[in-house]
């Protein structure tokens, strides 16, 4: 019986060992102009390190609260629209441009150079210096 018990107790461990963590985060996948398309809300932003998104020292921030829940539209004939979605601002930001993927670590925004530091096929994580400082934003694709 002792034996019995000791092949299902190491069954059970080696079953429950092999699960996949829910929490885990999607591997990177390599971006083209196909999965980069769709629309997505910034949820991050850094300069330098320092939070600039949603800092508790409202003027440590880039991002005004109405502008935090905005629509961005990554079209894949290489147009994008930021659309004022939600809390409106005064007057709205919405905007139109251009984008391209100049190759599969740089974004292209109107011109302005983005590193893309991972995508995962729902999270971009970008970046740029810019005049001495480091920016780092997160999206996420809706």
């Known amino acids: 019986m002792r034996k019995i018990l000791l092949c299902v107790s190491a069954a059970v461990m080696l079953l429950t060992a092999c699960n996949k963590d829910e929490d885990e985060e999607p591997a990177n996948v390599t971006p083209t102009v196909a999965n980069l ?8 932003s850094t300069a330098n390190g320092v939070n600039v998104f949603d800092n508790s020292n409202a003027a440590m921030n880039f ?25 409106q601002c ?7 441009g251009t984008w391209a993927l100049t190759n599969t670590t740089t974004l292209n925004i109107d011109g302005a150079d983005w590193t893309i530091n991972s995508f995962n096929g729902t999270t971009l994580v970008v970046s740029m210096t810019f005049q001495g400082a480091t920016f780092q934003e997160t999206y996420v694709k809706q």
């Open 37 to 44: 398309s769709g629309s997505y809300k910034i949820t991050a």
């Open 63 to 87: 991002y005004e609260p109405c502008m935090r829940d905005d629509v961005y539209t990554l079209v894949s004939n290489g147009t994008y629209t930021l659309t004022d979605a939600g809390t």
């Open 90 to 96: 005064n007057p709205p930001t919405t905007d139109t």
